[in-house]
């Protein structure tokens, strides 16, 4: 054996050695690029559940604003109906005292006419008696 070949033996051991870790970590890169692509199709599928979901709270969201807008014309029709009913309760009552005392007075004035009508009618049934 030469020298040479003695180098290119010993030469060669080493890359054979030296290429060793780079299959090892060509090998490692590969599973780790696999593991990577899994983790894309996940995060991707992810995304798109949160967009789903995102429009789904937009949705939720303008519902619930039409459903206060609602609430509040409803509110706001109740308040007008109660003031309505209020007036008109004031209206009936002020309606009511002027009836009642209308009649206090018709009261009066026929309890006035009568008292001269029932003395007449005693003072005639005791000289007839």
Partial sequence: MQSIDIFVLVSGGFSI????????????SLRDARKLRVIQYELAHLMRETKEMG???????HEIRSEQHAAKSEINETRRTVEQVTEAVGQVSEA????TEAVEQATEETSRKRRP???RILAFSTRAG
């Fill in 17 to 28: 050695v030296a290429t060793a870790p780079l299959i090892y970590l060509a090998l490692r």
């Fill in 55 to 61: 429009e789904e709270v937009r949705e939720l969201q």
């Fill in 96 to 99: 009511v005292g002027q009836v």
């Fill in 117 to 119: 009508l029932i003395r």
